[in-house]
């Protein structure tokens, strides 16, 4: 996603959180030493810097985890105890057979854990859930007043919006979109064709991309550029983050895990500004057009027993209540103790209205991947619709046909 | 030298060329012509995952990896022939867009859009870097010897800068309403987006490449016309010779093999380019062969990767370098069975 990589001494920030606000230490002292390997955004900090309380315990966060992590899981002993997973990336070690199932585990230590954490696989517990994550809609409450617009619940009436924002001048961009080809777009397309009710495959893994809803899909998608930077296809969270803290776009669809920053001060020139709502819907009648995601922590299966029961108390305490209590609006938390404040509306409302869960599977890897490289031609007029879904539709096969998905 | 002597000292460069050259190349080789991949069955089972108050628990069907006896997957590998090198080339879309005359549309698919940025890329920085390299290095050789040192020193920092790091600190500069990009819109009165379409890319593209380039050849240039013949010089001016014609018929044949040897390695670097690709984010507009290697074995979220076509394209890239270097190459062997040096 980024080419930033975030290494943190987990142990370093601990001593000076713990200096600067009250925390309370871990509940035991860790004997074993342990390692994790997960993302860097500020939820995982907050994790990371509560599990080192323990001692012995050294976290990495790195933004490119997943291009390590299957592979030093896969490893005998894992170099790694526990991996902080997404529901996409699960689906990785899941495939290799390096992550262990937690029900003994859960039955002796984690009886605290809501039920909507246990993330369960075939009737197994395979990880433990600690926020979801979803794109849904921030817009500026004071534009959109000062012009008498709605929040839009669709796409369509966010054009329309668009359109009227862009007459005000108000804003450099009436609409932000982390559009960056690769991953980003990929994310996009995914959304909107869910959103118009696509189904992604038919029989025996074959992609079913060309029709109707995609389409539509990649007309909306266009229809939104052009009230973008022309710079979109660079642009990523990170980036349209910063135009909303910088006053220079009215509304994006946007992670829930960014919306925080918003009315974070030191960054933000539009404290207060900013309001969420659900993802707007693709067609009448239909469900928001995002998707559900969700992090988690999940134990290596290449490690002994006694280490993997180390790790998932230290795990325990990492997501326990005070952690949250003190971390409260970096996410949206499964966790007990958190109370969902105005930055969990959007993913809350979207959820409320139905979204459905990202389809993480070892295909849908694929679909994603080309989604995201072959949308560039589109948007920028190289192609036509029909073509760039047909090309989708043959890059996928050939990728299926190389990794064995298709015979 | 005795044989046994010849063997001892050229032995361990030997086989540390066999086994970190040409090892990797023959496995490189063999993958491209290969497909490995895991056994998959089809699984219908019970998922469940959060909701934001109620656990969401769906019925899915999908492809799982089998599992071997010692619980990791089972893998097997099939020779497909030149399968990878299709699916890469994908000759018939080629065929076709020739035959309805749309040669456009061959640069929509990737091989072929990587290839034409890389040749252009290639082969237009190439007498940039020369003719930059060698004006500076015979403009500083003719400024006075007490600021020759400083001077040679700031011309040669940007090739000290990290490829990467040159790369990005552009991107900033131009990226968004970077400060060139503000000052160009206020001088030009207009709004400019550098990174919206491809040619202003790779033009930032081209000057970054020289930029970060010329000054390996200017120093190398420099080196050259140290051991220029002071001589010949001063019998070209006696002879009535201009500036322009003392370098075109005394300093350039001086420097000759110097400015092949520049030419060689800088076609080897250029065909290779991917810093560019990466620090100016440009995957949208323009990519190059490397970055297509790359990108094949970057692993999705799912884990998928795409070992044969990686190696088939890592193939085709090093074939399109040795193309490029035979003209010099042929020229080199000339001169040296000439006995010119």
Known sequence: MQMKKLFLAVALSAGMMA?????????????????????????????????????????????????KQPEAMKANPSL???????????????????????????????????????????????????????????????????????????????LEAAAKIK???????????????????????????????????????????????????????????????????????????????QGKIAMANLWASRAGAMDDEKESKVVGKVKMAAAPVAMEGGKPATTLWWDGVTIAANIPDDQAEAAFKVAMEGLDEEMVKANNDDAVWLIKGYTPGPAAKGAADSAAAGAPSYPASKAHGMIHTVAGSNLADYLTGKKDAATTLADMEADYTKAAKEAGLIK | MKFKTFVAFVGPSIL????FIAAPLVSVFIQSFHHTQPVYETVTREVCTPGFIKQICQEETSSQPVLGADGKPLVETHYVGLQSYRDLLDMDRVWQAIDVGRWSEILTIDFWKALRFTLTFTLLTLPLVLLVGLALAVAINNALKSIRGPIIFITLLPFIITPVIGALSIRWLFIGDGIMTAMLEQ?????????????TIELLMYFYRVWHVAPFAFVIFYAGLQTLNQDTLESAIVDGASRWERVRYVLVPHLMPLIIFVALIHLMDCYRVFEEIVGFSSQAHVISLQWLTYDFLTPDDAGNRSIARASASAMLTMIGIVLLLIPLLRRTWRDHKRGGH
């Open chain 1, 167 to 245: 007459a005000s001048g108000k804003v450099d961009y009436p609409i932000g979109g982390t559009f960056k080809t690769g991953w980003n777009l990929g994310e996009e397309f995914i959304n909107m064709y869910m959103g118009f009710g696509g189904e992604f495959f038919g029989e025996g893994n074959a992609a079913t991309l060309n029709n109707a809803a995609g389409v539509k899909a990649l007309e909306m998608l266009k229809a939104m550029t052009e009230y973008m930077d022309p710079e979109y296809l660079t642009s990523d969270s990170t980036y349209v983050q910063q135009q909303f803290q």
């Open chain 2, 16 to 19: 540390m060329m066999l086994l």
């Open chain 2, 187 to 199: 001088w030009l009165q207009q709004d400019i987006a550098m990174f919206a379409q491809a040619w």
């Open chain 1, 80 to 158: 790694y105890h526990i991996g902080g997973v997404s529901n996409s990336t699960l689906v990785t070690l899941m495939g290799d057979n390096s992550v262990r199932p937690l029900d003994d585990l859960v039955a002796k230590y984690g009886q605290h854990l809501s039920p909507n954490q246990l993330i369960k696989i075939d009737g197994k517990i395979m990880a433990i859930a600690m926020m979801v994550n979803a794109q849904h809609l921030m817009y500026r409450s004071d534009i959109l007043g000062e012009l008498g617009i709605e929040p839009p619940t669709s796409y369509a009436a966010m």
């Open chain 1, 19 to 67: 200096s600067g606000s009250v925390m309370a230490a871990c509940a035991f002292k860790n004997e074993v030493p342990l390692k994790s390997l997960s993302a860097g955004f500020d939820a995982w900090k907050a994790v990371a810097a509560a599990m080192s309380e323990c001692g012995n315990f050294e976290g990495e966060l790195d933004q490119e985890y997943k291009t």
